[in-house]
């Protein structure tokens, strides 16, 4: 079956250190790759967009790598921030069809 | 520009009773989604839009109905609620249905049925 898997549900680092991120997945080919972050009590807001031919895809302190071999994305928040504290979504859409998403990894920057 | 707009924010109901929530999208987006989210289970979709008068089944598209006949509005009715469609509703919308357009969300209604 189809799976998308983030797998930490909670992830608790220090300020100033880089937080890393992975989406997995399985019996997938997606063409695109998609980051969304939500807040509690908001709904997401999309970050980033990779392409399966993009190794790696940068905005601002964010870094999101994708691995067609491995079927894996990793989401990379450099010089992190309590600000940056937030649930962040994976998702993906086999070909023209709705995105699916994974369960997010709720994150935790400690000042 | 408001982006997607959904109400209402917050609603109780008891079970057995029926309601609509609207979903109101003001980017000219031809495509339109509604997602449950639970805590553990990530958004799930319920149900789809593809353009005006069209709609299609999600994942999980039983208990619930929807419409879309005006370009901007989505709605999401429940005929006969249980406490089981006890979750966070959220709406989005993209411009196209490619895997490389974003998706935008409202900020969700939050529905309690006791």
């Known amino acids: 079956s189809q799976k998308i898997e983030q797998n930490s549900e909670a992830l608790n680092i220090q300020e100033g250190k880089t937080a890393t991120l992975t989406c997995n997945y399985t019996?997938?080919?997606?063409?695109?790759l998609q980051w969304y972050r939500q807040d509690p009590g908001r709904g997401p807001v999309f970050l980033l967009l990779?392409?399966?031919?993009?190794k790696e895809k940068r905005k601002e302190r964010l870094k999101v790598t994708f691995d067609t071999t491995l079927k894996q994305s990793l989401f990379h928040i450099t010089a992190s921030q309590p600000a940056d504290s937030a649930t962040y979504l994976c998702?993906?859409?086999?070909?023209?069809?709705?995105?699916?998403f994974g369960k997010g990894t709720r994150l935790s920057v400690i000042a | 520009n408001a982006g997607v707009t959904q109400t209402p924010k917050f609603r109780v109901l008891k079970t057995g009773q029926s309601m609509t929530l609207l979903c109101a999208q003001d980017?000219?987006?031809?495509?339109m989604y509604w997602y449950r989210q639970d805590p553990g289970m990530g958004l799930r979709l319920i149900h789809y839009s593809v353009g005006e008068g069209t709609t299609a089944k999600g994942e999980v598209p039983d208990g619930y109905n929807v419409s879309r006949l005006k370009k901007q509005n989505f709605l999401l009715g429940l005929e006969s609620a249980a406490p089981s469609q006890t979750s966070v509703y959220f709406c989005?919308?993209?411009?196209?249905?490619?895997?490389?357009?974003?998706?935008?969300f409202g900020d969700g209604t939050r529905l309690s049925i006791l």
């Open positions: 990779i392409r399966e031919n993009e």
């Open positions: 019996n997938y080919s997606p063409a695109y």
């Open positions: 998702a993906l859409g086999p070909g023209n069809t709705p995105l699916v």
């Open positions: 980017m000219n987006h031809e495509y």
């Open positions: 989005a919308s993209r411009t196209g249905q490619a895997s490389n357009q974003p998706q935008h």
